[in-house]
Structure formats: C-alpha cells, structure tokens
C-alpha cells in the first residue's frame, strides 16, 4: 500500500505536471494566433508590397523599377509552413495551408527578379535567397506545395546576385549588384567601403545552394571573400581574430578601426561558426575560435553594480578604450556560443563528447550569462521589451578606461532599476527584433532548463500587450515602437519582415518538444537549411578551397 504523504506529493508533482504541460500547448496557439494575424493583416492592406505600415495601411515597394521583391512575403514562406507542420489546431492547419497555397502561386506567378534595380546583395541574400531556399526545404521535407517553384526562382535570383562579384579586383564584392544589368555597384557612401558582415554573410546561401544544384560556382563565388580578407590584414595576429566592420572592397583592406558584435559586425562571426556546422569545414571553427577568444580578451565586461555582463564596442580599435554601448542585435551571441560549445547537442550530451574541452565550458557559462543580461533588457524595462540600444554602467573608478560620460548625461537618460544600464532618448526605440528570443530558444532546447521558455513567454505576453494594434476594441496587427520606455507605448508605423520571419519563428520554436538542432543551421534571418552531408559534398567535390598558409 503506497504511503499517504507519497501519494500527496505524487499527486501534487502531477498537477504541476500537467499545468506546465497545458500552459505550453496554449503558448504557440498564442503564437499562431499572432502570426496569422500579423500576415492576414499584410495581406489584406499591404499585399504585395515590400514595406508596410500596419496603422495606416500604407506601402511601398523598395526598388525604383516599382516592382516587389517580395520582402515580407519570401521572408515569412517558411515560418508558415513550420505553422502548419507543428500545429495541433485544425482550424489553424487549414488557415495555414491556404496562406502557403496562395504565398506559393504568387511566387510563381508574379514574382519577377528582372527587375532594373540595384538591391543590396546581403539583405537580398539573407531575406530573399535564404526564404526561397528553407521554402525549397521544408517543401520537401514536410511535402507541402511544389519545391520546384522555390528552387527555380532562387535560381534565378542567385544568378543575379552572383554578378556583385564580378568587377571587384579583390573578389570581394560591391555592396549592391542591379538585378538586371548585373552592374556591381560600391557603397555610396563609407569611401565605397563594404560592410565586412555583409559580404561574409553570403555563404551559407550559396552553399547550400550549390549542394542541391552541383553548381561550384555558387560555393566558390562565397568562399572567395576570406582568403584576401584574412591575408591582407593579417587578422589573426593584427586583430586577434576580430574584424573592424568596413572593408574596402577593391583591395580587401580594412577601412577604419571600429570593432564591435553590433550592427556591420554580427554575422561575420555568426557566419563563420554556422558554415563549419553546416559544411563540417574546420577551418571556419578555427577562425571562429580565434573570433571568440580575442572577443573574450578585449570586450567581454560586467556591469555595476549587479555583474551584468555584456560585450562592449572598440570604436577606436583594440588598443583605445572600449564603449559599454551594446546593441540589441548582440543578444544573438548567447545562441551562437551555446551552439559553437555544444554544436547542437544537449550541454549534457556534449560534456561526454571527445570534443569538449575548457573553452568549450567557458563559452557555455557565457553564453548563459549574455542570454541573462539580454532578458534583463527586456524585464526592466517599463514596458517589457527590448530599447534598440543600452550603455552599461561601470564603476567610478574604471571611468578612464571607458569613454567619458559625464552625469548632466546620465540626467537625461533612462536608468534601469537595478542601474546597471542606461537607455538614450534616441534608442528608446523597439522594432521587435529577434536576437534575444533567438538566444533564448537555443539556450532552451541544449539546455532544456524552463526558465527560458518562463522568459520568452513573458516577452510574447509584452508584445502581445505592448505592440498589437486594436481596432474596436478587438486586435488587428502588430508594430513597431517608437518609444518602449513608458506604458502606454508609443506606437511606431511599420512592421518589419523580420518580426514574421525571426522574431515569432524563434518564439514558436521556443515551445516545440522536437527540434533537433543537430540537423539544422539557421541563417541570419532565421531560415532554416538542413545540415550537409560530407560524403554528399565529397561526391559533388564541393571542397574548401583556401587556407591561412
């Protein structure tokens, strides 16, 4: 007979069982709720133009031929189709299926890549190019739709793209490309120089692009940047494997001394660990390790007085002082150390693999402190959510190390309750970006610690509330914010493609029991290419062609 007092624990283990477990199947049909929602709203208003502002209804196309490349619509392809695959809400599978059905006609019928335009090779890269291929993906895998329809139009598009490399002596390519002429076009201003991210943010792309095609040429094209890149300025021992963020494209030489994770930063260590999980190729985990460590030298800092710790900025180079300014496009990097740590697996698994080793550990144990201080970002703030920038407090005494800020400063801007951290006027700003929910669903699924999925519900529940757009009392869309520093929030007209494709995807990910994250690399805009595999490459003699000797 079991023993009474047992029995009541066991009951009561049980129902907070079955309350977490009834709390996280409501969750994503929260996060559908808002999905379908947010697009329906496009469609209806917006439909089929590249910009949108869900308040007024207006919309506009971003090339100066007039014609649409899709930028909401490529963008959200596959967060749709993840839709359909995981829900268990009937009425929400048929919803989400007419919404692909309709997504995929328009693709292959109206969208038109002939277009005489000059459009930036990364942001066409990453949005259009990586949304056309995971739609060519997930078509195959999950059988939804025709993925032919998605491999001939990235076709088409990457050919276009290809011609940015054309012109530059370097190999390096132009920012933009015009998508009919192929003319390779400098950027216009930053003395012609090129984002370092930006052309180091192709590759898995065109990679993967090449494996399905047998096309070398696509893998080539996107390889080429890194030998110039890392030979000409002697990265590893100049910079200690970080990378100022403009490159002059034509000799390859860094223009400026600016080093910072934030924007023009970001992918280019994103992009050198994601290749060598896609690829296998271990030369970029090499470059990645030397990125990681040299970040841990020079930027990585703690907070006053809670400990908080972030990744400063090097605006002068390694040698100057460092500026405690953190974007929230930084708050990626809790994800990318807990994957470069575990590669996919779980920390518990990964500890028992030969691979492990110190730097492994320390990059998990930060990655868990960087995912902290970015959900701090968001807890402190009155409304919930994220500022677009934060500048980190540091003791007195440490005031010559950093730049000067002076208190008549301090005085104007928003200070976090612990004060830890300050938000300028001009930062109060939330677009709904990813990067923090991103690190949070990494951080779950190789950790499976809830704590996390508490964290990203509670910043769904303040977009929800702070973001959503009502109309007669009843929720129509969602936007953007111009000030998330006071409740009620101002509201911003805009909503980025990127709040579908990044921002709601990793959201909804958060809260599904079977992601393997072994199978797949997620780009920078979150779409998803399945993992490559070796003797698939090898057969195709898709190769690393360059090394640092």
């Not at 309350?19 to 329906?40: D, G, M």
């Not at 993925?147 to 276009?160: F, G």
Request: net charge negative.
């Amino acid at each position: 007979m079991l023993n009474p007092v047992i029995l009541s624990v066991g009951v009561a283990a049980m129902a907070v069982f079955y309350y977490f477990q009834s709390r996280n199947a409501s969750v994503p049909f929260q996060i559908e709720k808002i999905l379908l929602q947010s697009f329906k709203d496009y469609k209806k208003n917006g439909w089929p133009y590249d910009v949108y502002g869900p308040i007024s209804h207006s919309h506009r196309n971003m090339p100066r031929s007039g014609q649409p490349l899709g930028w909401i619509i490529v963008d959200t392809i596959d967060t749709l189709m993840l839709g359909y695959n995981y829900t268990t809400n009937k009425s929400n599978k048929k919803e989400f299926l007419e919404q692909i059905q309709f997504v995929e006609n328009w693709v292959e019928n109206d969208l038109d890549y002939n277009m005489d335009s000059e459009v930036n090779i990364f942001e066409t890269t990453i949005r259009m190019l990586g949304g056309l291929l995971s739609g060519y993906y997930l078509s195959t895998d999950l059988n939804i739709g025709n993925p032919e329809v998605y491999l001939n139009k990235a076709i088409d598009l990457a050919d276009r793209l290809s011609l940015s490399f054309a012109n530059s002596p370097s190999g390096i390519p132009y920012s933009s490309v015009n998508l009919r002429t192929g003319e390779a076009i400098k950027n216009h201003v930053d003395n012609g120089a090129s984002s370092t991210a930006e052309f180091t943010t192709l590759q898995l792309e065109f990679k993967y692009l090449a494996s399905i095609t047998g096309n070398k040429t696509y893998w080539k094209l996107a390889e080429q940047v890194y030998e110039p890149l890392y030979k000409v300025n002697n990265i590893l021992e100049q910079y200690d494997g970080l990378v100022p963020i403009y490159t002059l494209p034509d000799t390859a030489q860094f223009w400026g001394r600016n080093i910072r994770f934030g924007s023009r930063g970001d992918s280019f260590y994103e992009y050198l660990l994601k290749q060598y999980l896609l690829t296998h190729e271990g030369i970029y985990y090499d470059l990645y390790r030397a990125a990681i460590n040299g970040m841990k030298k020079h930027l990585v800092k703690e907070s006053f007085p809670s400990g908080l710790t972030y990744i400063a900025e090097k605006p002068n180079g390694l040698e100057y002082q460092a500026s405690s300014k953190m974007d929230h496009l930084v708050c990626f990097m809790g994800g990318l150390l807990a994957m470069g740590a575990t590669e996919g697996h779980t920390i518990k698994t990964a500890r028992n693999m030969n691979f492990w080793d110190e730097d492994r550990e320390d990059d998990w144990l930060l990655a868990m402190k960087l995912t902290h201080t970015c959900y701090q970002m968001y807890h402190q703030l009155p409304a919930g959510l994220s500022p677009e920038i934060v500048v980190f407090n540091y003791p007195e005494e440490q005031r010559n190390e950093f730049e000067e800020i002076t208190q008549l400063d301090r005085q104007n801007w928003w200070n976090s309750p612990s004060g830890d951290f300050f938000v300028k006027p001009l930062d109060g700003h939330n677009l709904q970006r990813p990067e923090t929910v991103e690190s949070i669903m990494f951080m779950y699924h190789l950790s499976n610690d809830t704590t996390y999925r508490e964290w990203g519900e509670e910043i769904l529940n303040n977009f929800a509330e702070h973001t959503a757009i009502k109309g007669n009392g009843i929720v129509e869309a969602y936007t953007s914010l111009n000030d998330c520093l006071h409740v009620p929030t101002g509201k911003k007209d805009n909503m980025e493609s990127f709040w579908l494709a990044e921002t709601l995807k990793y959201l909804y990910l958060l809260f599904q029991d079977d992601i393997d994250l072994t199978e797949i690399v997620f780009n920078t805009e979150a779409h998803p290419f399945p993992v490559l595999e070796i003797a698939d490459m090898e057969k195709s003699n898709l190769t690393t062609g360059w090394g640092l000797k």
